[in-house]
């Protein structure tokens, strides 16, 4: 039984000195992260109440076009958005209801 308290041991240290190695990257993507979770609230509160091409979403949240673009592509992936009715060039975007949203 000694033989595995060492075994736990040793991981728990080798862990504790991993985390103090990449602790700078950990933070690092945290902030990213949170960042990121900012910039996709701006943008489902600009299209929440009314659809709007990625150019009007852009002005809106003043967040860059391509920027924009490459996170309504995201949402659009995994169901959040759709692709509403073309306007020119461009489609507008609108939030799908999810059930709890009509639930409520």
């Known amino acids: 039984m000694g033989q595995i308290d060492d075994d736990k041991r ?5 862990m504790k000195k991993l985390r103090n190695e990449r602790k700078q990257f950990i933070k690092a993507a945290a902030v990213k992260m949170k960042e ?3 910039v ?3 943008i489902k509160e600009q299209i929440k109440d009314n659809p709007g091409t990625v150019p009007e979403i852009a002005e ?3 967040i860059q076009t391509s ?3 490459w996170y309504l592509a995201s949402l659009k992936k995994f169901g959040q958005i759709v692709e509403g009715e073309k ?3 461009y489609f507008r975007y ?3 209801e ?4 009509e639930a409520a």
């Not at 040793?10 to 080798?14: D, L, N, P």
């Open 10 to 14: 040793e991981g728990k240290e080798a």
């Open 60 to 62: 809106g949240t003043g």
């Open 98 to 101: 999810t059930e709890q949203e």
């Open 87 to 89: 306007d020119g060039a």
């Open 36 to 38: 990121q979770k900012k």
């Open 40 to 42: 996709i609230k701006a």
């Open 94 to 96: 609108e939030l799908v």
């Open 67 to 69: 920027e924009v673009l």
